[in-house]
């Protein structure tokens, strides 16, 4: 069975997300520019970049971290099997 992630987007060139619009954990894309956000909650809430520069500390608007997105594609393809079998496991143990 497939499973589509649906993640909230923009096609505005330059747009990025603010904290008040992603909840801890929540990915964004903006698809004309290529880049992924995600929203994390360590301490203060910030929007962190999932893009092809390193992580040299905030280098974006209002706190936006880069990051190096290559490095993070097989951790999220983890992340996503670990929840699918978590899901698959309350499937067969639902009364």
Same mark, same amino acid.
């Given at each position: 069975m497939a499973n589509t992630?649906?993640?909230k987007r923009t096609?505005?060139?330059?747009?990025?997300?603010?904290?008040a619009q992603l909840a801890a954990?929540?990915?964004a894309?903006?698809?004309?520019?290529g880049k992924l956000f995600l929203?994390?909650?360590?301490?203060?809430?910030?929007?962190?970049?999932? =893009?092809? !520069? @390193? /992580?040299? =500390?905030? !280098? @974006? /608007?209002?706190g936006v971290l880069r990051l190096a997105?290559?490095?993070l594609v097989g951790l999220l393809v983890e992340a996503i099997k670990d929840?699918?079998?978590?899901?698959?496991?309350?499937k067969r143990t639902a009364p």
């Open positions: 992630v649906l993640l096609t505005v060139a330059g747009r990025v997300p603010s904290t954990g929540e990915l894309v903006n698809v004309t520019d929203k994390r909650v360590s301490g203060a809430e910030t929007v962190i970049e999932l =893009g092809q !520069t @390193g /992580p040299q =500390g905030p !280098t @974006g /608007p209002a997105y290559g490095n929840l699918a079998q978590e899901v698959d496991q309350l």
